[in-house]
């Protein structure tokens, strides 16, 4: 079974601060997913990585996939009030199995 | 709108009771999902269609979960005897292709309250 955990569990930063989250496993994975989900609804996703030391921007997100393709790491600059939510990583094996999930970090953004 | 919906929203229900969600995917989804999601927890794969066909089942907990997609488009998670360990958001999730990489896009969820 590949498993995903995801550090820190909660974060609470001021508006404008940086902040990294985490997302590793003992398995490697063949594509990796971040969402990001908030209360009431469901995932929306953010990015997906393939490459292995793949890095991804999407406006202040940065995406990283670890070499292995085992972890992958998300960092938010200057972190606005609006990234408020919780984030998911999910994890999909070699043969197109079904995409394993984190169990999220939930990040808040102080006004 | 043309993404995922999904209803009811919420649903309560008591011991016992048998209840059923429905998903509504995106139109033209060749591939459809459900998920449940534990209060702060991640959501666990139940259950994958393509079209009509029911692919992969593994992740339904007891045979008291059954799945349907009788035409390749609408779903429906039938619950029968519902525990309260049943209690959850039920997420539906659609792709237009395959499982893998695909997108999944996701509908709102039902979130199920056994009594």
């Known amino acids: 079974t590949q498993l995903l955990e995801q550090s820190p569990q909660f974060l609470s930063i001021q508006e404008g601060e940086n902040l990294t989250v985490y997302c590793n496993s003992s398995?490697?994975?063949?594509?990796l997913q971040w969402y990001r989900q908030e209360p009431g609804e469901g995932p929306v996703l953010l990015v997906t990585v393939v490459t292995g030391g793949e890095v991804k921007k999407l406006k202040r997100l940065t995406f990283q996939f670890g070499d292995a393709r085992k972890d992958s790491s998300l960092h938010i600059t200057a972190a606005q009030p609006g990234d408020t939510g919780l984030y998911l990583c999910?994890?999909?094996?070699?043969?197109?199995?079904?995409?394993?999930f984190g169990p999220g970090t939930r990040l808040s953004v102080l006004p | 709108g043309a993404g995922v919906s999904q209803s009811p929203r919420y649903k309560v229900a008591k011991r016992g009771q048998d209840v059923a969600l429905r998903c509504d995917p995106i139109?033209?989804?060749?591939?459809l999902f459900w998920y449940q999601q534990a209060l702060g927890q991640g959501p666990e794969f139940l259950t994958y269609f393509q079209n009509e066909a029911q692919l992969d089942k593994s992740g339904l907990p007891s045979d008291r979960f059954f799945a349907e997609r009788p035409e390749g488009s609408v779903s429906t998670l039938k619950i029968q005897r519902t525990q309260q360990e049943d209690s959850a958001v039920y997420l539906c999730?659609?792709?237009?292709?395959?499982?893998?990489?695909?997108?999944?896009?996701f509908g709102p969820g039902t979130r199920l309250t056994v009594l």
């Open positions: 999730a659609s792709s237009l292709e395959g499982r893998g990489r695909d997108t999944q896009y």
């Open positions: 139109s033209g989804h060749v591939s």
């Open positions: 999910a994890g999909a094996g070699n043969y197109g199995q079904n995409f394993v």
């Open positions: 398995s490697v994975f063949s594509s």
